[in-house]
């Protein structure tokens, strides 16, 4: 597991002196008609992050994974990120994927790897699992990773 918490540093240091290389101007351009602009995907990360803030803890205290699901869409048009200061996004990003990394870092190697029959990781993951399959933390873990490094890779 220290691998993935490795990533995670590595991916929010890089990715946060990249990010802060943008504009707060061309960060707010969307590339086509009905796409998120820059400010717009990293606010749809900063939801994930505080989405699933939520879960790792709960996932630690409880028997199964059946977590709430979001509006993606509907969150990042309420909260009207394109209109945020680019850099008050990308740190409040940063800040909450590190405490993410704590929390990470800190779970207990069994939490991880235990086998949940219960789960909803076919609704709220991004690759998902069916639900006739069990699943760990540790997936969704890495799941989360996977879906953040697929956001940024869509900004230029």
């Known amino acids: 597991m220290q691998d993935l918490v490795d990533d995670l540093r590595s991916t929010l240091a890089s990715e946060s002196i990249r990010l802060l290389t943008i504009t707060d ?23 994930s992050a505080s989405n699933n ?23 990042v048009r309420i909260q009207r990120y394109n209109a945020r200061p680019w850099m008050d996004l990308v740190n409040l990003w940063r ?30 993951a991004w690759r998902t ?11 969704f873990v890495r799941d989360y990773l996977a879906h953040m490094k697929h956001h940024l890779a869509q900004i230029p």
């Open 53 to 75: 803030h939520g879960r790792f803890v709960r996932a630690q205290i409880t028997d199964d994974m059946v977590f709430p699901g979001y509006d993606q869409d509907a969150w």
């Open 25 to 47: 101007e061309a960060a707010a351009v969307r590339p086509s008609a009905g796409k998120w602009s820059p400010k717009e995907v990293i606010g749809h990360l900063i939801d």
């Open 95 to 124: 800040s909450l994927n590190s405490h993410l990394v704590s929390i990470v870092e800190e779970m207990d190697p069994e939490m991880l790897s235990r086998q949940r029959t219960q789960h909803n990781l076919d609704q709220v």
């Open 129 to 139: 699992i069916p639900r006739s399959q069990p699943a760990t933390l540790e997936y």
